[in-house]
């Protein structure tokens, strides 16, 4: 059974940056397909990022050239780093892990205020 926690999350004024992390537990992480998803109030959760096993990635159109996505294979962790945030960035922010299976964190909250 495979478990993702997430951390990282919290306040940070606009301009400012985040890391977050998510540590998977289970067997075979490099064989997943990682992601970064994100929820704001009101609004469907939609794909920040994805890195593949060949650390191939892939990135929605709002965050290019802000946040990168990267793993940890040793670690078996998936790094989300997010620089020049901005308001609109404000959501809880959840950890994917896609094979044969899809996994879920519990996620964890952005908020980008001043």
């Known amino acids: 059974q495979v478990q993702l926690v997430e951390s990282g999350g919290g306040l940070v004024q606009p301009g400012g940056s985040l890391r977050l992390s998510c540590t998977f537990s289970g067997s075979s992480f490099s064989a997943y397909v990682m992601g970064w998803y994100r929820q704001a109030p009101g609004k469907q959760r939609e794909l920040v990022a994805i890195v593949t096993s060949l650390r191939n990635t892939n990135y929605a159109d709002s965050v290019k050239g802000r946040f990168a996505i990267s793993r940890d294979n040793v670690k078996r962790t998936v790094y989300l780093q997010m620089n020049s945030l901005k308001t609109e960035d404000t959501a809880v922010y959840y950890c994917?892990?896609?094979?044969?299976?899809?996994?879920w964190g519990q996620g964890t909250q952005v908020t980008v205020s001043s």
């Open positions: 994917n892990a896609q094979a044969m299976s899809t996994y």
